[in-house]
């Protein structure tokens, strides 16, 4: 990270989000998946979509908190 390098936290944040029942917001969503074409496995918010328990925003301090947490066996 501090070498400028891009770090995605999608999957941490995704297994915390089972077990931390505070740490997302979640909404009820149509969605989508594109299936061809370099953005193939994609998904997207759709009017025709399936509706979906989608994750829109995370407690940014209680993620770290609690990764930190996980990391450190507290």
Excluded: Q
Aim: glycine fraction near 6%.
């Amino acid at each position: 990270i501090k070498m400028g390098l891009a770090v995605f936290w999608w999957d941490p944040l995704a297994t915390l989000a089972v077990t931390t029942p505070d740490l997302v917001e979640f909404d009820w969503t149509p969605v989508d998946v594109i299936l061809d074409g370099p953005s193939s496995g994609r998904t997207f918010e759709s009017a025709t979509g399936v509706r979906m328990r989608v994750a829109f925003s995370a407690d940014t301090a209680l993620f770290e908190r609690t990764l930190l947490d996980v990391l450190n066996g507290r």
